[in-house]
């Protein structure tokens, strides 16, 4: 733990990180695909230093066979290894069962839909990155497809940690729930605090450090939106910063984390302190 055509009117499109590339953007930016150019009819934008592109072109080239259609008011993209789902606005992509997050959601522009392309070269198997020398943005295809979801979650992880969502933050955003997950990796990576997410959950310290284990509720069924929550913090979904603690100060007379923590953020009704 401290340890894959879209009808002509629909044309998907993915972005990769930058670092400050803007001014390359107004010129054009190469996309170079395993050492080879790749045109497509799509121009590169930047987009909040992100690079932006057709993906279509790249699922194609790495994947003869794949077909995608518009259902379900999404994207599904599949072939041999490979099931693929793009949600405009969402704020991931579901990959053979894994979900890969989008900070700023999958956008759509004068008809393109947009989703980060090192998500989506992480999806498709292989991994994308900025050369400062060529002024490109390069991909390089693996082995395969992504791992699945069902062999790549830890199954008792996602358990307790959908769980602990669940209960602390049922009704927040799923910024909000993103977040008290984050609050429960960053215990495990810690030193002051157990190592394991069951163990962080169950830690007995002061009476508990969870009002839901104290209470009961952490055994209840999880909502959807937590369980999906989880996945994405187990993914590495990071929102809140190297927060360790966080309260709702309308709901609690405690306010010790507030007098003796130093703040970070406010998400919904959660206030978040390292």
């Not at 001014?23 to 150019?37: C, D, P, Q, T």
């Not at 290894?81 to 992509?93: E, N, S, T, V």
């Amino acid at each position: 733990m401290k340890k894959r055509a879209i009808c002509a009117a629909l044309c998907l499109t993915l972005c990769i990180a930058l670092g400050g590339q803007a001014a390359a953007a107004e010129r054009g930016v190469s996309f170079i695909l395993n050492g080879a150019v790749l045109e497509t009819e799509i121009a590169a934008q930047v987009i909040d230093q992100t690079v932006y592109v057709s993906y279509w072109p790249i699922v194609q080239a790495l994947y003869p066979d794949a077909a995608a259609v518009w259902a379900n008011h999404r994207a599904e993209v599949t072939t041999e290894g490979l099931a693929l789902y793009i949600k405009p606005g969402a704020k991931y992509i579901e990959a053979n069962g894994r979900y890969l997050y989008v900070p700023d959601g999958v956008r759509n522009s004068n008809g393109n839909m947009m989703v980060p392309a090192r998500v989506l070269a992480q999806a498709l198997g292989g991994k994308a990155w900025w050369d400062e020398n060529t002024q490109s943005v390069k991909f390089q295809s693996g082995t395969g497809p992504i791992q699945s979801g069902d062999t790549f979650y830890n199954g008792d992880d996602l358990y307790w940690l959908s769980r602990i969502i669940s209960a602390e933050s049922r009704g927040e955003s799923l910024l909000g729930q993103i977040a008290v997950g984050n609050v429960v990796l960053n215990r495990a990576a810690s030193a002051d605090f157990p190592n394991t997410i069951y163990s962080v959950i169950f830690d007995s310290r002061w009476g508990g450090q969870f009002e839901p284990v104290r209470n009961g509720s952490i055994y209840q069924e999880p909502t959807e939106e937590s369980v999906l929550a989880a996945k994405l913090v187990l993914e590495g979904a990071s929102v809140a910063g190297n927060s360790l603690y966080f309260l709702s100060p309308s709901l609690t007379s405690n306010h010790w984390i507030m007098n003796n923590r130093p703040y970070v953020m406010t998400i919904g009704c959660h206030w978040f302190y390292a």
